[in-house]
């Protein structure tokens, strides 16, 4: 009778025969992309229709009048902050003549669009859009916006997920898509410096012409732009293996509120002199200042992709499996994701054309593996030896490696897929949360027996980043279930010295829970920070601090 | 007749039958260590007392008293700030009743170690050196020294290369080596959180038993502190393979000047929840705030080690194979060090048992190349390859690859002991530049051509991270060859956006110099932060910042 380790490698080398391993020199593969981008949102929106639907509104002027925003469940009321001034005559013919009319925006529909963040979830009233070509302009914008006081919300791809990036009441929309220029790459050390507007997938498209990759690679690609990805410090898909924009970007030109071009734009991998400002603007989500330019670290392109789909008897095989992937696969290991097994029914119920490359079996836990790495031979090689000896060692119960681009597609597409999947089966309470590892899923064990049967708990994310995404799936919105869960959530998840948002941000959102992540004395130390780079604080008001500081 | 590949191919076989590949599984071969420890250094400093000799002091009290000190060979004059009080015997009573007698250090001998730096470059004059046992300790001294006026040296392994860590007057030190305590370390996640004062030779030996490694390595690792690694943001040895510790360090625990505890320490790969302050501290040199706990991320030990000792015919070649080297070698390319042939002769010339491993001949440039990695044989495989493929591009005149530890460490050796020969060489004015790769030797040809006979320009460094160490020698300090040196390299430096200082640190040495790599706007803010959070200026005075700001 053939050993476990022997089922193992016949069950290998079948799906080796049968899916196999993808490698493709010098060919992008983004089997991870969303099937979608901003682009086809603005032309269509269809896919998104029938998903949108199914959410619960939950923002009204109409209930609460322009000057009165309820946001979220918890029905938080906003004001709007009287110190700001309204949009007069003079501000239009002022910005008319530094932008000249068609940079200065003011058609309902073209407002409609920036108004609105593209999950439909905030929206803002504003009455003026402003697009700037330069820093200067962006320096002479906002000069005047602070000497009258108005406020102002910066914009870049509008694809954030907490409210950031649309204004809550009457902003001054300062939309970066114009200031899109490459200013020089340089192919020794990879550098690139641009300018904020330019979108993430032309940044992608242009330096693989020249063999190298961006570090950070999102679903929102086709429409974000980099300074909005440096703003929000986007978390991504490449986190594991280039780690996030702190260590990655080098430089950054921003423009303060009071108009100041601060020119931090370095382009050196090491630079010891004086506090190192730029860390204060990466992941400030436009509160301190406008980025203007960007200076960033760029890896080579690598040739050689692999994805292994694998199943796991309980989350202890899942931590477990972590570890050794870090120690075997070292150096490839570009991703490790999982799901547990109601995310996996829901994708299969869910999806079209979505189906479970391994043989139907009792599986609690998934795990997709990415390697990326230098040499296709060795790094086959190498995946293969690991998944082996995780066998022997009892850490996997099953797995299949992908062959080529699609099926390496068809395998992230589940995994992808299962935000989609959540909101096709009605109601979904969404929190993005980090934790660490080995308490990773005892949220989520624990959220189960506290709801029972009343709602679905799904778990599955970025285990190898730490970051779990649980969602609650009910057939409806349910105030009693929501009481279950927050503020539990948070609570359970600042006990554990977990964050409250992952890679999301603040935004508006979040803007009243950031004590369940970080103490009073910092967020205190935040805003006195605030106040000294922005005191009339015009720049993107109501969100990131708490209205108590 | 053979071609250049096959006698490159002969000659690599050559060498790697007779010195071979260095790999040993688990066995941190530290090579790069330089052959002295801070440790051996109190015992005897026997072998730097040579070089030191051969130093032109740089400070004076006999000449300037003891409330003006005059620093560097540009004699910048120093006035103590009046503001500061002076210790009284209240003072003293207070420190002893809260941290213990033998806590409270006024033994002149102690003071006389404490109040030096290293190198003999620096001396103050403290008359006191508190050693608080936890963060709660040092929070109420710097409360207590916040409300007396009290000006405050933070002082971790006194390591540091520009007088950042010692007293400039009569400071208090605060020595935060009893704060040496390891917190927790997660095997799944490689995340360790440790007490400030912990020596990082000591974590080094710690995770060695996990099977983990610090993501920075240091010459100085045997004394230097983690406070103070991450205090400097210290650079080391493995910056380009894991990045700098903006991208390493995920928490920290600081004590402000006012005494309060400002808890940032997360431990968690990702969390965007307001802005990230843990990166003001991040190299700000003690000025914002003591570090007294730091969680990091350690990456698992890999277990193949090899090191290429290479020639190259020119500066565009070196910078060549660095590009193909990232390419090629990816993911396990750990260092990419050079050096001229000016630094190979200082080196052959003035190192005991140093030889050079190529057979003689007119190599202009050398290059040393690390990988580290996952797979012994993949990892040899890769770099031969990569030797012959850059041969064959005609970017290597010839080579040679260590076969074992001692070999490794020997060519380490070479690289790692010129400023040990450049100082028995004679006089040295010495530069920690970042500059552009591609801009990077300009610098030292402008510089060979100004100087012409009257001294001898070296230039070697990490260039795989674009830091230049630019050394100037001479018979002996010279103010003629002085003046055609500053404010020249300064002024070329700034012209071609690099730093002029790219891992040492301003400290005092070049805090007046900051300009010629910042913007002024961006000094401006940094005062304001620094003002923000230490309003009397208590913390590490004189240091980082210009008197003008």
């Known amino acids: 009778m053939p050993t476990k380790t022997e089922k193992w490698r016949r069950s290998l080398s079948l799906a080796l025969r049968t899916i196999g391993a993808v490698s493709s020199p010098h060919t992008s593969p983004h089997p991870r992309s969303l099937p979608f981008t901003r682009r086809e949102l603005h032309c269509g929106r269809g896919i998104w229709r029938g998903f949108l639907s199914l959410r619960k509104p939950w923002w009204g002027t109409d209930t609460f009048g322009s000057d009165i925003r309820g946001f979220g469940t918890e029905s938080t009321m906003l004001k709007r902050n009287p110190k700001f001034s309204t949009l007069n005559d003079d501000d239009i013919r002022y910005f008319k003549e530094l932008l000249g009319e068609k940079n200065v925006v003011q058609d309902e529909d073209a407002l409609a669009a920036v108004n609105t963040d593209w999950m439909h979830k905030y929206r803002g009233s504003s009455k003026l859009m402003l697009q700037p070509r330069n820093a200067n302009e962006v320096s002479l914008i906002l000069k005047y916006c602070n000497s009258r006081c108005l406020a102002v919300v910066p914009q870049g791809g509008n694809t954030g997920l907490v409210g950031g990036s649309v204004p809550v009441f009457d902003e001054v929309i300062v939309s970066l898509g114009a200031m899109n220029n490459i200013i020089s790459f340089d192919k020794v050390s990879g550098i690139l410096v641009c300018e904020a507007g330019c979108i993430l997938e032309s940044l992608v498209n242009f330096l693989d012409q020249q063999g190298f990759i961006m570090p950070l690679d999102l679903g929102a690609k086709g429409s974000c732009q980099i300074g909005g990805n440096v703003s929000t410090n986007a978390g991504g898909l490449r986190l594991l293996l280039y780690g996030s924009l702190h260590g990655n970007v080098l430089g950054l030109e921003t423009v303060l509120a009071t108009g100041d071009v601060l020119d931090m734009l370095g382009t050196l991998r090491k630079d010891n002199t004086g506090y190192d400002l730029k860390h204060l603007f990466i992941g400030s989500e436009g509160s301190l200042g406008i980025v203007t330019k960007v200076s960033i670290l760029t890896p080579p392109k690598l040739p050689s992709v692999n994805v292994a789909f694998l199943a796991c008897h309980d989350y202890s095989s899942c931590q477990k499996l972590l570890f050794e992937a870090k120690l075997k696969l070292g150096e490839i290991l570009s991703a490790f994701e999982f799901l547990d097994e ?205 209205r108590s500081s």
Not at 422 to 431: E, P
Not at 455 to 466: E, I, P, Q, S, T
């Open 342 to 546: 109601q995310a996996m029914d829901l994708a299969l119920n869910h999806l079209e054309g979505v189906r479970n490359p391994l043989p139907p079996s009792l599986h609690n836990f998934y795990v997709l593996i990415e390697t990326t790495g230098s040499h296709e031979t060795y790094d086959k090689e190498k995946l293969e030896a690991f998944l082996v000896y995780s066998m022997e060692l009892g850490l996997i119960s099953d797995g299949v490696v992908a062959q080529d681009l699609q099926q390496a597609s068809s395998v992230w597409r589940i995994r992808e897929g299962i935000p989609e999947a959540l909101m096709k089966a009605g109601a979904v309470y969404k929190y993005d949360l980090s934790i660490p590892v080995e308490k990773m899923y005892d949220l989520v064990d624990e959220m189960r027996n506290r709801l029972g049967s009343s709602a679905r708990v799904v778990g599955y994310g970025h285990l190898g980043d730490g970051n779990l995404h649980l969602n609650i799936s009910c057939p409806q919105y349910d105030d009693k279930v929501f009481t279950q869960i927050e503020p539990f959530v948070y609570e359970w998840t600042s006990k554990n010295r977990g964050s409250i948002s992952a890679e999301h941000g603040v935004g508006l959102m979040k803007a009243e829970k950031i004590f369940y992540s970080k103490s009073p004395g910092a967020v205190q130390l935040m805003a006195s920070i605030k106040n000294l780079l922005d005191p009339n604080g015009i720049l993107n008001p109501y969100k990131v601090l708490p």
